[in-house]
């Protein structure tokens, strides 16, 4: 009996380790880029606030559409603040949200308390991510059809378990060519995931981690445009699906 309990004691105590080497290394995602820390910066065109998430409210416009955005598996959100930012110049609100642990995963339903938040203010909701932030976006839309109109995935897909094919959603499937985690024949796979009108925009020469500022990512590949030309792509064709529920009756 204290062989067993000796045994118990040390497993028990493995188990600790094996969770706190978990946090600790999900709780260290790599630095954003000093251009996402710049784009973190109000001025003249856009308001920037970071509360209990990071909020893009363009200056001369009221929007009446928002977009919630879901960042990658342990990517510190502050890392997609040059393309949102981007896309809030358009004239849209976009609310970046962090997650537990850096993985949405863990924060699926946080979409929720934005939309109660600004209830009163927007008409029609977007959501996305990139990444496994974009396969929960998928998850949220899929839940809550009543709530959200438009899905935007970058670099992502909708697991076959929650999918949108018959839904009414306007979506985009947005992937780099040289994505070397989320592949083209990955995404090729997920198109019965999403509505036949779903858009699925190749970004030629982009990769998985130029969706973001956050460096180099193991197991993707080397893209062969810049990271301001990937994202300038992305934010287009984000834009165009706001846009799209801009126009809803």
């Known amino acids: 009996m204290r062989i067993v309990r000796r045994l118990l004691v040390a497993l028990f105590i493995l188990l600790l380790l094996a969770v706190g080497a978990f946090v600790v290394w999900a709780n260290t995602p790599p630095a954003p880029m000093p251009a996402a820390l710049q784009a973190l910066q109000s001025d003249e065109v856009v308001t920037v606030e970071s509360d209990r998430w990071i909020t893009f409210m363009p200056h001369d416009a009221l929007p009446t559409t928002g977009f919630i955005f879901y960042p990658g598996g342990r990517v510190d959100v502050r890392s997609y603040a040059p393309a949102l930012r981007a896309i809030a110049e358009m004239g849209f609100l976009v609310i970046a949200v962090p997650m537990p642990l850096n993985l949405a995963f863990f924060g699926q339903n946080n979409a929720d308390a934005v939309v109660e938040q600004y209830g009163n203010q927007i008409e029609f909701w977007a959501i996305g991510g990139h990444s496994l932030g974009g396969a929960m976006a998928a998850r949220y839309a899929h839940d809550h059809a009543e709530t959200i109109s438009g899905l ?4 992502s897909f909708a697991e076959d378990s929650y999918s ?74 984000t834009t165009a699906v706001l846009a799209m529920l801009d126009d809803l009756p």
Do not use: C, K, M
């Open 152 to 155: 935007v995935l970058w670099a």
């Open 164 to 237: 949108l094919a018959g839904s009414d959603i306007a979506a985009a499937s947005l992937y780099g060519s040289l994505d070397g985690l989320a592949t083209s024949d990955d995404i090729a796979r997920s198109r019965a995931t999403l509505p036949s009108s779903a858009a699925f925009v190749e970004i030629t020469g982009g990769n998985h981690a130029q969706f973001g500022d956050y460096g180099d990512q193991a197991g993707d590949r080397p893209a062969t445009i810049s990271r301001e030309d990937q994202q300038s792509q992305a934010v287009a064709a």
